[in-house]
C-alpha cells in the first residue's frame, strides 16, 4: 500500500486520569511501572502490565517538574513548591496508597509513601535536576536513614542554584549535603539554568546545563575537591534551551530549544581544549520552534520531542534526520520518555497448561501457577516493549509501540 494512503499512527494506549497537563514522565522497575507527574502536583504509577494505576498521591504543592528513580523503591519528585522529595515506595507498599486518579478525587487528600529525604531548592528557572550515581565512596550512617530501609549507593543530584539561578549546585544525597557550586554564567551573560544533566567518568564528574540565551555548556570536576572546570560553550539557539539528552556511549548530547533547531554537541574528554574549536558537531533546521522533553533510547538509536503544536517527533541520533511524526493529542505536548531497550521475552514451559485436566478438575496449587505463568507473560511483555510515552497539556499519557 503507498505510504500516502496509510492511515495515521495511533498510540497503543492512552492513560487517562490526570486534571492538569503532564510535565514528568519516568520508566521505573524496569519498565513494569511508569510514574507521571502534573501541573497540580499529583504524582501516578501505572503498571505497564495492565495499564491501570497502584499508586496515586499529592507530591507537591505545585507542578511537578521532573521525576526520577534510585534503585528500584525510591522515587525522586522535584516541584514548583522549591523541594525536591525522596519517596520510599516498594511494591508491597502500593497497596497501602490510594489508586484513585485526580480526576476521580473529590478531595485533595491522600495518603503519601514514606519521605525519606526533602531538599530545598531553586525552581524559579522551571528547571528540573540531574541525577547520576555517586562515583565516590562513601560510609552512610544509620541514623541518616530509616530502620529496615535498604541503602542504595549514593546520588549526586545537580539542580539551579537558590540564590544565583545562573549557578549550579550539586548535592549529594542521603548525606544532604552541597558539596560544591558551579558558576556557569559569571564567564558568559547566559542567563538561568534552563535544563540539567550530569554524569560521572572514572573520578570525574561532568555536567552538561542549557541556558536562558540558547547557550549549552559542559563543565567537570576532576576530583571531589578540585575546582571546576569548563570544558566546552557554544550557542547554537537563539532562544532558551528547553530541554538537553546525553548519549549513553557519552560521545554526544543534543538540544532543542524554544527556536526551531535541534544541535548535536560533542562531549569532549578531559584534557580536550575546544576554547576556540567549541562548534557543534550537527545542527538540524527543523522548521518546528518549540520542541522540549527530548530523550534519547537507551539503545542510542532514536531521540524523541514533545512539540507545543502537539506533535511528537522521532529523530535519528546519527544524522538528526526526522523518521516519525506522532499526531494524537490535541493540545500542546511537554514530556518524553523511553523505556529501557532490553532483550526478547522470555519463552515460558507451557507444558503445565497443556497437560492440565478440565477446569473442575483443576487443584488449587495448578490455578495459582497458571496465574503466575499469566502474570509473568504479562510482566515480560510490558518489560520488552519499546515504549514511548508523551505527556500532554490536555492530561493525557499516550503510550507507542515504536521500532
Same mark, same amino acid.
Given at each position: 500500500m503507498?505510504?500516502?494512503?496509510?492511515?495515521?499512527?495511533?498510540p497503543?494506549?492512552?492513560l487517562?486520569g490526570?486534571?492538569?497537563?503532564?510535565?514528568?514522565l519516568?520508566?521505573a522497575?524496569?519498565?513494569?511501572?511508569?510514574?507521571?507527574?502534573?501541573a497540580?502536583?499529583?504524582v501516578?504509577?501505572?503498571t505497564?502490565?495492565?495499564?491501570?494505576?497502584?499508586?496515586?498521591?499529592?507530591?507537591?504543592?505545585?507542578?511537578?517538574?521532573?521525576?526520577?528513580t534510585w534503585?528500584?523503591d525510591?522515587?525522586?519528585?522535584?516541584g514548583?513548591?522549591n523541594?525536591?522529595?525522596?519517596w520510599q515506595?516498594?511494591?508491597?507498599?502500593?497497596?497501602?496508597?490510594?489508586?484513585?486518579?485526580?480526576?476521580?478525587k473529590?478531595?485533595?487528600?491522600?495518603?503519601?509513601?514514606?519521605?525519606?529525604h526533602?531538599?530545598?531548592?531553586?525552581?524559579?528557572?522551571?528547571?528540573?535536576?540531574?541525577?547520576?550515581?555517586?562515583?565516590?565512596a562513601?560510609?552512610?550512617?544509620?541514623?541518616l536513614?530509616?530502620?529496615?530501609t535498604?541503602v542504595?549507593?549514593?546520588?549526586?543530584?545537580?539542580v539551579?542554584?537558590?540564590?544565583?539561578?545562573?549557578?549550579i549546585?550539586?548535592?549529594?544525597?542521603?548525606s544532604?549535603?552541597?558539596?560544591?557550586t558551579?558558576c556557569?554564567?559569571?564567564?558568559?551573560?547566559t542567563?538561568?539554568?534552563?535544563?540539567?544533566?550530569v554524569?560521572?567518568?572514572?573520578?570525574r564528574l561532568?555536567?552538561?546545563?542549557?541556558?536562558?540565551s540558547?547557550?549549552?555548556?559542559?563543565?567537570?570536576?576532576?576530583s571531589?575537591?578540585a575546582?571546576?572546570?569548563?570544558?566546552?560553550?557554544?550557542q547554537?539557539?537563539?532562544?532558551?534551551?528547553?530541554?538537553l &539528552? +546525553?548519549?549513553?556511549?557519552?560521545g554526544?548530547?543534543?538540544?532543542?530549544? /524554544?527556536? =526551531?533547531?535541534? %544541535?548535536?554537541? #560533542?562531549?569532549?574528554?578531559l584534557g580536550?581544549?575546544?576554547k576556540?574549536?567549541?562548534?557543534?558537531?550537527?545542527?538540524?533546521?527543523?522548521?518546528?520552534s518549540?520542541?522540549q522533553?527530548?530523550?534519547?533510547?537507551?539503545?542510542?538509536?532514536?531521540?524523541?520531542?514533545?512539540?507545543?503544536?502537539?506533535?511528537?517527533?522521532?529523530?535519528?541520533?546519527?544524522?538528526?534526520?526526522?523518521? &516519525? +511524526?506522532?499526531?494524537?493529542?490535541?493540545?500542546?505536548c511537554?514530556?518524553? /520518555?523511553? =523505556?529501557?531497550? %532490553?532483550g526478547? #521475552?522470555?519463552?515460558?514451559?507451557?507444558?503445565?497448561?497443556?497437560?492440565?485436566?478440565?477446569?473442575e478438575?483443576?487443584?488449587?496449587?495448578?490455578?495459582?501457577?497458571?496465574m503466575?505463568?499469566?502474570?509473568q507473560?504479562?510482566?515480560?511483555?510490558?518489560?520488552?516493549?519499546?515504549?514511548?510515552a508523551?505527556?500532554?497539556?490536555?492530561?493525557?499519557?499516550?503510550l507507542?509501540?515504536?521500532?
Amino acid at each position: 500500500m503507498p505510504s500516502q494512503h496509510l492511515p495515521p499512527a495511533q498510540p497503543a494506549y492512552v492513560l487517562r486520569g490526570h486534571t492538569a497537563q503532564v510535565h514528568g514522565l519516568c520508566f521505573a522497575r524496569e519498565n513494569q511501572r511508569l510514574l507521571s507527574g502534573d501541573a497540580d502536583g499529583w504524582v501516578v504509577s501505572w503498571t505497564l502490565a495492565y495499564k491501570r494505576p497502584v499508586a496515586v498521591w499529592k507530591a507537591h504543592e505545585s507542578a511537578v517538574l521532573g521525576l526520577g528513580t534510585w534503585g528500584p523503591d525510591r522515587i525522586i519528585t522535584h516541584g514548583r513548591d522549591n523541594k525536591l522529595i525522596v519517596w520510599q515506595l516498594s511494591s508491597e507498599q502500593e497497596n497501602t496508597l490510594d489508586k484513585s486518579l485526580p480526576a476521580d478525587k473529590s478531595v485533595e487528600a491522600s495518603r503519601q509513601p514514606w519521605i525519606l529525604h526533602v531538599l530545598a531548592v531553586n525552581t524559579l528557572n522551571f528547571c528540573s535536576f540531574g541525577l547520576c550515581f555517586s562515583n565516590q565512596a562513601y560510609d552512610i550512617s544509620q541514623d541518616l536513614v530509616p530502620k529496615a530501609t535498604v541503602v542504595e549507593k549514593p546520588i549526586l543530584v545537580a539542580v539551579p542554584n537558590a540564590i544565583e539561578s545562573a549557578n549550579i549546585d550539586i548535592f549529594e544525597l542521603p548525606s544532604e549535603r552541597r558539596l560544591s557550586t558551579i558558576c556557569g554564567g559569571n564567564m558568559t551573560n547566559t542567563g538561568m539554568v534552563m535544563t540539567l544533566s550530569v554524569y560521572t567518568q572514572l573520578d570525574r564528574l561532568y555536567v552538561i546545563a542549557g541556558y536562558e540565551s540558547g547557550h549549552a555548556a559542559v563543565f567537570v570536576q576532576k576530583s571531589r575537591k578540585a575546582a571546576w572546570e569548563k570544558l566546552y560553550m557554544n550557542q547554537s539557539h537563539s532562544q532558551p534551551v528547553l530541554s538537553l &539528552a +546525553v548519549s549513553r556511549t557519552y560521545g554526544y548530547f543534543i538540544t532543542s530549544s /524554544a527556536d =526551531a533547531n535541534i %544541535v548535536k554537541h #560533542p562531549l569532549p574528554e578531559l584534557g580536550v581544549n575546544l576554547k576556540n574549536e567549541s562548534k557543534p558537531m550537527k545542527i538540524l533546521q527543523s522548521k518546528h520552534s518549540g520542541q522540549q522533553g527530548l530523550q534519547i533510547r537507551s539503545d542510542d538509536k532514536i531521540f524523541a520531542t514533545a512539540g507545543w503544536d502537539a506533535r511528537i517527533r522521532v529523530y535519528s541520533t546519527k544524522t538528526l534526520k526526522e523518521l &516519525a +511524526v506522532l499526531k494524537w493529542h490535541k493540545d500542546g505536548c511537554y514530556a518524553t /520518555a523511553f =523505556a529501557e531497550v %532490553v532483550g526478547s #521475552p522470555t519463552t515460558f514451559d507451557d507444558t503445565v497448561a497443556q497437560t492440565l485436566e478440565p477446569a473442575e478438575e483443576v487443584d488449587f496449587t495448578q490455578q495459582s501457577l497458571i496465574m503466575r505463568t499469566v502474570q509473568q507473560r504479562r510482566d515480560e511483555k510490558a518489560q520488552s516493549t519499546h515504549w514511548l510515552a508523551v505527556g500532554s497539556k490536555d492530561g493525557k499519557i499516550s503510550l507507542w509501540d515504536i521500532y
